[in-house]
């Protein structure tokens, strides 16, 4: 028997067809420290939204300059940094960025970042169906099998006994984009009810199907 419904049971454990993507692509924070007169790390590369953070760890005062060697271009500008005091700055255009320190531009004090587009974030993949866990579990003698199809498909519920046997396979059709509700009655293709024991539910007809467990008891 097959009915179709318009809400999940409320206590489904949802599996999916799908794997699960990964966290969409975040803004990074590079470290640079200042040392030996020299920034270090002086050639850098990065995505747009990530963010540089200078640190000055020598006793000379240095600054974070935006531009050319001693031409600065207003673009950032640290001011004076003593031993221990820090800069940060955010980049949001693609681009390449010099910079040098006002104090050494002379001696050649300088660096540059590379900003390119950010990666495209992977999107999450809508899984194509869903199988709920079945409800009573454990049963006796009849259980509802719950699944969603978020697309048209055909496809068919089979119960397999703890051998791998197939015992039924029943609600076998073309279904609309849906949820749907399947009752299995605890007996076999031939009508002969089954004995106590652990069987597995399948949703076929979609690629990736997931099986699940469940229990008859008499």
């Known amino acids: 028997m097959r009915h179709r419904v318009t809400h999940p049971f409320f206590f489904a454990v949802i599996c999916s067809f799908a794997l699960i993507a990964p966290p969409l692509a975040s803004a990074a924070t590079i470290e640079v420290s200042i040392q030996n007169t020299a920034f270090v790390q002086q050639d850098i590369t990065i995505h747009v939204g990530d963010t540089v953070h200078w640190t000055n760890t020598e006793d000379l005062f240095h600054t974070v300059t935006a531009g050319n060697p001693c031409s600065a271009n207003g673009m950032f500008n640290s001011g004076a940094l003593g031993n221990g005091d820090d800069f940060s700055f955010t980049f949001n255009n693609v681009g390449v960025v010099n910079y040098f320190c006002a104090f050494h531009c002379i001696s050649g004090m300088t660096g540059s970042i590379t900003v ?16 709920n866990q079945n409800f009573p579990n454990p049963f006796n003698p009849t259980t509802s099998i719950e699944y ?14 703890a051998q791998g046997a197939l015992v039924v396979r029943m609600d076998q059709g073309l279904r ?5 509700r399947a009752e299995w009655n605890g ?8 004995g106590s ?22």
Do not use: H, W
């Not at 609309?176 to 749907?180: C, K, Y």
């Open 148 to 161: 969603v199809l978020r697309v048209r498909a055909q496809v068919a519920v089979a119960i397999y006994d």
């Open 116 to 131: 390119n587009e950010a990666p495209t974030p992977v999107q999450p993949t809508t899984p194509a169906a869903t199988l």
């Open 187 to 194: 007996r076999d293709a031939k009508g002969k009810s089954v």
């Open 197 to 218: 024991g652990v069987y597995f539910y399948r949703l076929e007809g979609i690629v990736g199907a997931v099986t699940r467990k469940m229990v008859l008891l008499k």
């Open 176 to 180: 609309d984009a849906g949820t749907f």
